[in-house]
Nanobody, 125 residues
Framework: QLQLAESGGGLVQPGGSLRLACVAD????????IAWYRQAPGKGREGVAC????????TYKDSVAGRFTVSKDHAKNTAYLQMDSLQPEDTAIYYC??????????????????WGQGTQVTVSS
């Protein structure tokens, strides 16, 4: 069973950058697509970025395209979310999720069945 654990969250000023990591255990990420989701206070969980099983296709939510970059390192069994030009509206708990399926065009992973515990990202001056 795939187990995931996020890290790298924190407090950053508007315009700043953070890199989140999603370390996998139990299974190899070579066989899983990984998506990053976020949930802001009082809002539902939304997908923001997804990388295919092979790692050669990426999709993003429109509001983060051009600012966020998703990647996988199969040797380290870790996925990453590089977040640049962060804005206060990016404040949320960020989760990674995995499944052996295709990403949606908007950065989500349908019926993902493996989830991490989340890491808090706060963008504030």
């Amino acid at each position: 069973q795939l187990q995931l654990a996020e890290s790298g969250g924190g407090l950053v000023q508007p315009g700043g950058s953070l890199r989140l990591a999603c370390v996998a255990d139990g299974m190899s990420l070579e066989y899983y697509a990984i998506a990053w989701y976020r949930q802001a206070p009082g809002k539902g969980r939304e997908g923001v970025a997804c990388i295919s099983v092979e790692g050669n296709r990426h999709t993003y939510k429109d509001s983060v395209a051009g600012r966020f970059t998703v990647s996988k390192d199969h040797a380290k069994n870790t996925a990453y979310l590089q977040m640049d030009s962060l804005q206060p509206e990016d404040t949320a708990i960020y989760y990674c999720a995995g499944r052996r399926t295709l990403c949606t065009a908007s950065g989500a992973l349908p019926a993902a069945d493996s989830w991490g515990q989340g890491t808090q990202v706060t963008v504030s001056s």
